[in-house]
């Protein structure tokens, strides 16, 4: 069981007195994040006197969003016994849609994965036929993980192509064809009835690692190297969005020995000449048939010459493109994760090339590591997401109503 930590969980608004709103739903943020583990702190954080969190806690406990367990650090007097997330309140579901692949758990709402497996599916399908596939995936998951039973309370979708974050539609993404504008969002939840959270992978992968691999490292950039190339952007603990394209590097141009135009239209972006798609281009022009980044990392492994050469130009051109994005942001980490970073050629060539050129100042603490969480990396992003948005919501003043 993976223990996903939910420290960096939005903090609700403090408001002028130092202290938080007091609705049921604070009071059960408060214990998500792991601040507010007795009633006493609660009270202290909330603001709420004392009297009316007993009352609300009690509440919590009988509508099975809150349970006590063992007992919590002394003060004098009586040990308090520690509020947790009930398991059973719920559960959410994480996908992560790749160009051949769907990567899926279940999590429970404390952020345990309790459930993960892959199913074969192709992004190239078209976004009806991979939305209907992905909804039955998730019905499967759920009678797989035996929570059918439990409310599914969320969806996160992570997509490998650029999302608005408004509209939650993929935009103009470059190996999705007939993707433009789809609407993933509505129509998951049209299918499956429940609050879905879509975001690119990229910023999954960086959510995901921050969270579970380098929880206190701030800022961090996240590389996704795999059939495409993108990167998340962690900025004092939060994802770095932008208007919804920060942290896309795949169009960046770089200087390449031969001229390749991109699917974008413009020539020689970085994806077009280093991304695991653009590899295996290479390669069959050459009459070398490869027909996935992961056969192509096989290949790496086995020591094939041209495709260890190629693959290390590859490290080196993703490597230049980072070299001014480091100076720029200095952040503690740069995580590289996808397909391409089980390939030690492209690791030693992207460090190379950052270590080669970036300032002395904006490498002395960097850490330039592959990911800790690996391929569950967006996964776990999406999954910490829509646990945000769920923690957030109104769910649990919802869930009371009915009660009170
Ligand atoms: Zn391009």
Redesign the pocket.
């Known amino acids: 069981m993976l223990f996903l930590s939910l420290a960096c969980l939005r903090m609700p608004a403090v408001n002028g007195s130092g202290t938080l709103g007091g609705t049921a739903g604070d009071l059960v943020r408060l214990v998500a994040m792991g601040h507010g583990r007795s009633r006493a702190e609660l009270a202290r954080l909330s603001g709420m006197a004392p009297s009316s969190v007993s009352l609300r806690v009690e509440e919590l406990i009988d509508a099975g969003l809150l349970r006590e367990d063992g007992e919590g650090a002394s003060r004098g007097g009586r040990r308090p016994r520690q509020l947790r997330l009930h398991e059973s309140a719920g559960v959410v579901v994480a996908a992560d849609v790749g160009s051949h692949h769907v990567r899926m758990a279940v999590m429970d709402l404390a952020g345990r994965v309790l459930l993960t497996h892959e199913l074969p599916g192709e992004i190239a399908e078209g976004p009806e036929a991979v939305t209907e596939r992905l909804a039955g995936h998730v019905r499967l998951t759920l009678r797989q993980a035996q929570v059918s039973d439990l409310p599914l309370l969320g969806i996160g979708v992570g997509m490998p192509g650029p999302v608005d974050p408004a509209s939650a539609k993929v935009v103009a993404p470059?190996r999705m064809p007939g993707w433009n504008d789809y609407p993933v969002r509505e129509r998951l939840t049209e299918l499956l009835g429940v609050r879905v959270v879509v975001e690119n992978d990229a910023n999954l992968m960086a959510v995901g690692e921050h969270r579970y691999g380098w929880p206190g490292r701030d800022n961090l950039m996240a590389v996704k190297a795999g059939t495409g190339i993108g990167c998340g952007i962690i900025a004092s603990g939060r994802l770095h969005r932008g208007r919804g394209a920060a942290g896309d590097i795949?169009?960046v141009p770089v200087h390449a020995a031969q001229r390749v135009t991109?699917?974008?239209?413009?020539s020689d972006?970085l994806?077009?000449h280093a991304s695991g798609a653009a590899l295996c281009r290479t390669l069959r022009a050459q009459g070398i048939e490869v027909s996935s980044t992961g056969r192509l990392v096989e290949l790496v492994n086995n020591g094939v010459p041209e495709v260890t050469n190629l693959v290390r130009n590859a490290g080196r051109l993703a490597g230049q493109v980072l070299t001014p994005l480091v100076n720029f942001f200095n952040p503690d980490v740069v995580v590289l994760g996808g397909g391409l970073s089980a390939a030690e050629p492209f690791i030693a060539a992207v460090r190379g090339a950052i270590y080669e050129r970036c300032l002395p100042l904006a490498t002395r603490d960097l850490e330039i590591a592959t990911t800790v969480t690996g391929q569950d990396a967006c996964m776990l992003g999406a999954g910490s997401v829509v646990l945000d948005e769920v923690l957030t919501s109104n769910w649990v003043d919802e869930t009371l109503t009915p009660r009170s």
């Open positions: 470059s795949s169009h991109c699917s974008c239209g413009h972006c994806e077009a």
